[in-house]
């Protein structure tokens, strides 16, 4: 019955024209997340569009899957037909959050 869900939800999943995952380094992935990752990635290799944010460099993502491996496995689909956006400098919750204690403080000018 659970198998039947996971397919399911996969197609589901595969329907949807842009897929966002947001901050993928969050969690550590176990081998089963891995595969169901993976899985995602694979159905989704050049048929439709997925955007991934991530505060981890590309270079260390065999921290986030169970090793090296799988991480260049999923970055070679990843990686083949994208656009990758590196962002410098302050977070923008933390450089907004500046602004406003300046603000209550009275500093900003």
């Keep these: 019955m659970l198998a039947g ?12 024209e842009l897929l966002i995952i947001d901050e993928l380094s969050y969690i ?29 460099p590309m270079g260390r993502w065999d921290e986030v899957f169970t090793g090296q491996l799988a991480a ?16 410098t400098g ?3 919750r933390v450089k907004g959050s500046k602004i406003s204690v300046k603000k209550q403080k009275g500093t900003e000018k």
């Design 72 to 87: 260049t496995a999923i970055l070679d689909r990843l990686l083949h037909h994208c656009h990758v956006l590196s962002i």
């Design 5 to 16: 869900n996971l397919q399911q939800m996969l197609d589901k999943l595969n329907r949807i």
């Design 28 to 56: 550590k992935m176990d081998k089963e997340r891995e595969s169901l990752f993976f899985q995602i990635i694979r159905q989704r290799y050049e048929k439709s569009s997925l955007i991934i944010t991530t505060n981890l």
């Design 90 to 92: 302050d977070s923008y």
